[in-house]
């Protein structure tokens, strides 16, 4: 014993390759936007501006903190694994019984198994009594799986009923949970969509910033500033160039969609799944209690008299029959079912609920709503995989259930009648099951169970969710492509995915086993349009289904409740895991859990993230707009050789991006979503050309040129001349007319970007209350920014007189002028995309 355990070491879980802590917040403060605030913060240090430069290093490091805390917690996952290994085992060692921990078993042990325990390695039945095992965690499988002398049984399962005995065949790293926990851990979350675009969009702020900041420097050096003055004003430019509230605006509208899906039963454990949601093309999801109600019922009884209809809801007691008006056939045969089966449905906390199999449960179920008796039973045999069958002897008469091809070979007629329903039942995708009886003197035997007089067969259904069906209508519409995978049997599957809608004449129905063995047939095969099913499923065609459609380049969202779907939900861009009926070690992995464990919440899911997505793409809007405007002044000034003075100083640029600006961008992110957001397929680039277009030829262009107008109107008024230095007070004045103005403008901005579409007087003011109290605020702000003295001062402008507060309502006026026009030329268009 000693020999072995040295040689293949203790029966635990291999050690999981977490990434150390550290690495992982290092990481977080160093990807491409956090690195381009780090040096906005130094650069701001360096010239002059520590609070800026402090509110940029906070900024960085709660992003990072949170990131890092999120991605620390789905780290955890694969450890949850060893929870599913029990703590002790009972072996037979030296022909002695005795209680030893799990992790002292090897490789040999004779291991006394009993129902209810959970399996503690991989093992062989070599004595079996009516063993029954719980697989689901593992193989997807929802129904228990009756096992035999001679069968395996693997690590982290449990003994449903039954007992026996088992010889150690694996353990530790050689089980099949370690391969699974390996898979797991070998699976690498990608980056989001949104995540790849900001690095994209982040890149080219950094080259502008850069290159803009040092010409600008170098052109005012040659405009006979000092070193360090040019050195300072080219650092100015540059920061205020850099998008400060961009991150926290984005974490803050993430964080928002979050929150509206936690009240649709949808909690998001990384905020970045919220966008990857609304990126999704491709829903890979499962049937048992996704698709389905996960509750086992008899739905229709076919005996010799005809066939009858049994309704009812969920395990309740009560119900309906329709049929034939002589019954005594139906009770006959629910009396002989209940017989055999030891499930039954209790009422708890006033609903009905399945104690022990869910299928035996229907069974009782179905016997109370046709009020046949249900006897204490004298003997009882179980099912075995042999005899496909079970079996109850009392009072003198055997009744038996079971597979309907075991039963009718042992019966000793079956009429063609019956043999025909058994086609229509099974052609449905029903579980079937056959009931007969006997009568018989003698005591517990084989023989007892042939010679039968056939009663009936009971078709059973797990039914499916009564929304699913329209769910799956809104995601078809939205361009998302949805395929099951599921571990159960592919007609039942075949079945479950037609009542629903997601199969139609024509789509795909096959099995793990036979999937193409190159990634981009498997990929093409599984985007067909008349929906698919892939049936009996591992957990590593699970995985490769999830690489294939991303190599392909789909957003895949991958659902799972199990173990086996570990590896699944980490390699897929969402993983959507159970809340209700699933695993720990699911949940873990998962970047979004439903609550409800229905597939009308993932689509609900996929509706917010998509709304999110194009609030995104309002506040850059709103952001880049601003970034014109503020640009503009310093362009002009450097064209002009600086004969045109500059409108605006880099402490007036920070103020309308930390000050005025964020609010309103803020706000825009709580825009709540358009009627059309499921209506056409994704747009799934964050800034294309309709938006650069919008944001810089159109909004943009209008401010810089109304801001620059206004500053020029103020100069000219006061006798400002071309190539003259301004008054001080003068300059203080235009300046602070020229910040009002697009202060203002950026108020008529933050409603304009509100739709790609619709004009603001056609857009409900009161839709987005939040947008009007950030208005409020950024209107506060302006005031002190322009009519607080020493604020004023320390930014370089002054109090607007009266004809400057008139240019900076005629500027909004103005701008939702030309954003109407734009907007309806847009409309115009053939391909214009509603919004």
Known sequence: MARRRAASGPNVMPPVGRRRPLVLLARQLSHLLAVLLWIAALLAALAGMPALALA???????????????????????????????????????????????????????????????????MTLVEAHSVTLDESLLTGESAAVPHGTGDRLLSGTFLQQGGGRAVVDAIGAATALADISRLAASAHRPPSPLTRQLDRVVRVIAIIAVSVGASLGVGSLLLGLGTTEAFLFGVGVSVALVPEGLLPTVTLSLARGAQQMATRNALVRRL??????????FVCTDKTGTLTQNRMSVVVVATPAGRYDVAGSGYEPTGAVAGPVE???????????????????????????????????????????????????????????????????HRGEVSVIGAPEAVLARSTAAPPKVRRLLGELTGAGLRVLAVARRSWQGGPSDAMEHDLELLGLLGLQDPPRPDVADALLVARRAGVAVAMVTGDHRDTARAIATQVGLLREGGLVVEGRDLPADDGELAGLLRSADGAVVARVTPADKLRIARALRAAGHVVAMTGDG??????????????????????????????????????????????????FRNVRRFLTFHLTDNVAELAPFAVWAMSGGHFPL?????????????????????????????????????????????????????????????????????????????????????????????TVIAAMQVANSFACRSVALPVWRMDPFANRLLLYAVAAELVLLLVFVGVPPVAEVLGGSFPHGEGWLMAMGGAAALLLVDAAAKSVRRSRPAATPG
């Open 56 to 122: 940029i290093v906070v900024v960085v490091v709660l992003n990072a903190l949170f990131a890092f805390w999120q991605e620390h917690r789905a780290d955890r996952a694969t450890e949850r694994l060893r929870a599913l290994l029990p703590s002790r085992a009972t072996v037979v060692r030296s022909g002695r019984t005795s209680s030893v921990p799990v992790a002292e078993l090897v490789v040999g042990d004779l291991v006394v198994l009993e129902a209810g325990d959970r399996v503690g390695a991989d």
């Open 272 to 281: 970045d799944a919220v966008e990857t949601l609304g990126a999704t093309t």
């Open 327 to 393: 019954d005594d056939a139906l009770r006959a045969a629910a009396a002989a079912a209940v017989r055999c089966v030891t499930g039954r449905v209790v009422e708890r906390d006033g609903s009905w609920v399945a104690l022990g199999d869910p299928l035996e449960a229907a069974i009782h179920a179905l016997a109370l709503r046709t009020e046949a008796p249900v006897d204490d039973v004298e003997t009882r045999r179980p099912f075995t995989t042999d005899r496909m069958l079970s079996s109850a002897l």
């Open 563 to 612: 173990v086996n779907d570990a590896p699944a939900l980490r390699e897929a861009d969402v993983g959507v895991a159970m809340g209700a009926s699933g695993s720990d070690v699911a949940r873990e992995s998962a970047d979004l859990v439903l609550l409800d464990d229905h597939f009308a919440t993932i689509v609900g899911a996929i509706e917010l993230g998509r709304a999110t």
């Open 647 to 739: 409108a605006l100083g880099v402490l007036q640029v920070l103020a309308l991006d930390i000050g005025t600006d964020l609010m309103p961008a803020l706000a825009l992110g709580a825009e709540p979503a358009r009627p059309d957001v499921m209506q056409h397929p994704h747009r799934r680039v964050l800034i294309d050309r309709a938006l650069a277009v919008r944001a810089f030829a159109v909004l943009g262009a209008t401010e810089a040129v109304a801001s620059l107008a206004a500053f020029a109107t103020v100069l000219l008024a006061h006798g400002w001349r071309w190539g003259t230095a301004p008054a001080p007070a003068d300059l203080a004045l235009a300046s602070g007319t020229a910040f």
